[in-house]
């Protein structure tokens, strides 16, 4: 019978070169989140209508941040 554990490390696709964006990524689940795909490589988008913690996650994640405009050009892009 197979294990029931899931392992990080083996049961997650390569997100190489792929855009992730998380919503709502400034506190909770989607600031952790956050925190730990910081380190990859791959493109990560931050979502959030709160300013003051978006520079707060930006700095903790080394990111730039953007104004709302650039969310709307990354969906056309990718849409």
């Not at 989140?33 to 979502?47: D, P």
């Not at 104004?67 to 892009?77: D, E, H, T, Y």
């Amino acid at each position: 019978m197979p294990s029931a554990a899931f392992n990080p490390d083996t049961g997650i696709p390569s997100l190489s070169g792929k855009v992730i964006l998380i919503t709502g990524g400034t506190a909770g689940l989607g600031a952790e989140t956050a925190r730990q795909l910081a380190s990859g490589a791959y493109y990560l988008a931050i979502y959030s209508s709160t300013h003051p913690r978006s520079r707060t996650i930006a700095r903790e994640t080394h990111s730039h941040l953007h104004s709302f405009g650039s969310f709307r050009s990354l969906a056309r892009s990718t849409s």
